[in-house]
């Protein structure tokens, strides 16, 4: 997870497949969650493994940025 002028984007961990919160309609619901629910998806279907994202470590990233 990385942030980008307006947002988040999630980097699948397998490969370079990526999603932003860019991507998504906030009246749909939270875009990071959106996001990451995309990228989670995209891992199980294509690798048969979820990215594994510790929350809090994400946590820790973003009050460093």
């Given amino acids: 997870m990385a942030r980008i002028k307006g947002g988040m984007k999630f980097t699948c961990s397998?490969?370079?497949?990526?999603?932003?919160?860019?991507?998504?309609?906030?009246?749909?619901?939270?875009?990071?969650?959106?996001?990451?629910?995309a990228i989670n998806q995209h891992a199980t279907n294509v690798?048969?493994?979820?990215?594994?994202?510790?929350?809090l470590d994400a946590q820790q990233r973003i009050w460093r940025a």
Avoid: I, K, Y
């Fill in 14 to 37: 397998h490969c370079a497949h990526h999603v932003s919160t860019l991507d998504f309609d906030a009246r749909d619901g939270n875009l990071r969650t959106q996001a990451a629910t």
């Fill in 47 to 55: 690798h048969h493994e979820p990215v594994m994202f510790s929350s």
